[in-house]
């Protein structure tokens, strides 16, 4: 479904450009008004909001190659590097000052956004695994809290001390971004140009993870959690721990009825290291109005804005000054150890992804199947 916002008319003389994204209702609920803001400040531009709240990247690619994209794409680095080499992305290095990108953003958020050096999507948030856990469930057991630095064995034997009596130490996801901090804690790799390759340290990473629910029965199995999940299951109490991103805040923060906090990713050979993500502002190349979609970009990504969106709780902001301030490190807000997801974003590593990321990780869940269900080992 296209949700087409605040359409032109046609007596209108503004120059009318369209901005495409995806976004919780929370989220859209914070843009629209920047954008109406945006619009007062520029009365000479017309913002076409497209809201894309379900597959949007195939839905994207019709527009694409349909010849009508937007002028201004939200996009991640999952998807751009397909983007960019298809020649279907502006070069954006010339808008905007190197000095001032190299300075704003996360390193890893830039690197993410980039492609040989040149920047093709202005980076908006950062995103980075963490350990959620539930202080509750710790306290009565007797358990320390985790703290950042943590050792994969302590991080077992927590979640073996955890478990019991219909609760389990930590959830268990199988898509990529859930174990690749195992993989990338202990320096492995996963990505070939056209199939995956697993090295050595990756298929005993991903291993230690497979024997979470198999060999230690410290985490939930398919049969165990149904269709909850492993979010929904953490909120019931059933989990103690939980991996995941950013985006869970805004609903722990509002469901849930105990105290929790965040911790780093536990430390592999490597130390402890987080897959980093990025989403941000791209212009079609195709557009017509390059410069009035960069002023928007610009505007959303302003200090001010970015502050905006961080308060409520969705992202982890890419540009530094907002991430460190207390629009993010609100310390009358959960999680108290906020600066887990920055010491994450400073010492991970982004993804690595090309143009056949997509085909490659649909063959790596193939390839994992067997083994995250306890049928074959590496």
Same mark, same amino acid.
């Given at each position: 479904?296209?949700?087409?916002?605040?359409?032109?008319?046609?007596?209108?003389?503004?120059?009318?450009?369209?901005?495409?994204?995806?976004?919780?209702?929370?989220?859209?609920?914070?843009?629209?008004?920047?954008?109406?803001?945006?619009?007062?400040?520029?009365?000479?531009?017309?913002?076409?909001?497209?809201?894309?709240?379900?597959?949007?990247?195939?839905?994207?690619?019709?527009?694409?190659?349909?010849?009508?994209?937007?002028?201004?794409?939200?996009?991640?680095?999952?998807?751009?590097?397909?983007?960019?080499?298809?020649?279907?992305?502006?070069?954006?290095?010339?808008?905007?000052?190197?000095?001032?990108?190299?300075?704003?953003?996360?390193?890893?958020?830039?690197?993410?956004?980039?492609?040989?050096?040149?920047?093709?999507?202005?980076?908006?948030?950062?995103?980075?695994?963490?350990?959620?856990?539930?202080?509750?469930?710790?306290?009565?057991?007797?358990?320390?809290?985790?703290?950042?630095?943590?050792?994969?064995?302590?991080?077992?034997?927590?979640?073996?001390?955890?478990?019991?009596?219909?609760?389990?130490?930590?959830?268990?996801?199988?898509?990529?971004?859930?174990?690749?901090?195992?993989?990338?804690?202990?320096?492995?790799?996963?990505?070939?140009?056209?199939?995956?390759?697993?090295?050595?340290?990756?298929?005993?990473?991903?291993?230690?993870?497979?024997?979470?629910?198999?060999?230690?029965?410290?985490?939930?199995?398919?049969?165990?959690? #149904?269709? *909850? %999940?492993?979010?929904?299951?953490?909120?019931?109490? =059933?989990?103690?721990?939980?991996? @995941? /991103?950013?985006? !869970?805040?805004?609903?722990?923060?509002?469901?849930?009825?105990?105290?929790?906090?965040?911790?780093?990713?536990?430390?592999?050979?490597?130390?402890?290291?987080?897959?980093?993500?990025?989403?941000?502002?791209?212009?079609?190349?195709?557009?017509?109005?390059?410069?009035?979609?960069?002023?928007?970009?610009?505007?959303?990504?302003?200090?001010?804005?970015? #502050?905006? *969106? %961080?308060?409520?709780?969705?992202?982890?902001?890419? =540009?530094?000054?907002?991430?460190? @301030? /207390?629009?993010? !490190?609100?310390?009358?807000?959960?999680?108290?150890?906020?600066?887990?997801?920055?010491?994450?974003?400073?010492?991970?590593?982004?993804?690595?992804?090309?143009?056949?990321?997509?085909?490659?990780?649909?063959?790596?869940?193939?390839?994992?199947?067997?083994?995250?269900?306890?049928?074959?080992?590496?």
């Amino acid at each position: 479904m296209l949700i087409f916002c605040g359409c032109a008319r046609k007596s209108d003389n503004r120059t009318v450009i369209k901005f495409s994204a995806w976004g919780s209702q929370s989220e859209i609920s914070v843009l629209r008004p920047l954008i109406d803001e945006f619009e007062k400040e520029n009365p000479d531009i017309h913002v076409e909001f497209l809201h894309i709240p379900q597959n949007y990247f195939q839905k994207i690619h019709l527009l694409f190659a349909s010849k009508l994209a937007p002028d201004v794409v939200f996009m991640n680095n999952f998807y751009s590097q397909k983007y960019i080499k298809a020649g279907l992305l502006e070069d954006l290095t010339p808008y905007f000052s190197q000095e001032i990108v190299q300075n704003v953003f996360f390193d890893k958020a830039r690197e993410a956004s980039s492609y040989k050096g040149r920047l093709y999507v202005v980076p908006r948030d950062v995103s980075q695994m963490v350990v959620y856990y539930n202080k509750d469930i710790f306290k009565k057991h007797g358990i320390p809290y985790p703290k950042d630095g943590w050792t994969r064995a302590e991080f077992l034997k927590t979640a073996q001390k955890l478990s019991g009596n219909g609760v389990w130490g930590v959830g268990f996801e199988r898509e990529a971004v859930f174990w690749l901090p195992f993989v990338f804690s202990d320096g492995g790799n996963i990505l070939g140009q056209n199939e995956p390759e697993l090295d050595v340290a990756a298929k005993k990473a991903i291993q230690f993870y497979a024997d979470l629910p198999n060999k230690f029965a410290v985490a939930p199995k398919k049969s165990d959690s #149904a269709s *909850l %999940t492993m979010a929904q299951m953490f909120l019931q109490k =059933r989990l103690g721990m939980i991996i @995941s /991103g950013r985006w !869970l805040v805004p609903k722990f923060r509002s469901d849930a009825d105990f105290d929790w906090d965040i911790v780093t990713v536990p430390s592999g050979a490597k130390g402890s290291i987080s897959n980093v993500d990025s989403s941000g502002y791209a212009v079609s190349a195709a557009s017509n109005h390059k410069s009035e979609a960069v002023k928007l970009i610009k505007y959303l990504n302003s200090a001010e804005s970015v #502050a905006k *969106l %961080t308060e409520c709780g969705l992202i982890v902001p890419a =540009r530094r000054d907002i991430a460190y @301030s /207390g629009a993010f !490190l609100d310390p009358q807000k959960r999680p108290k150890n906020a600066k887990a997801y920055l010491k994450a974003a400073e010492t991970g590593k982004p993804t690595p992804v090309n143009e056949n990321y997509q085909k490659i990780t649909d063959k790596l869940n193939l390839l994992l199947e067997p083994v995250f269900s306890g049928q074959e080992r590496f």
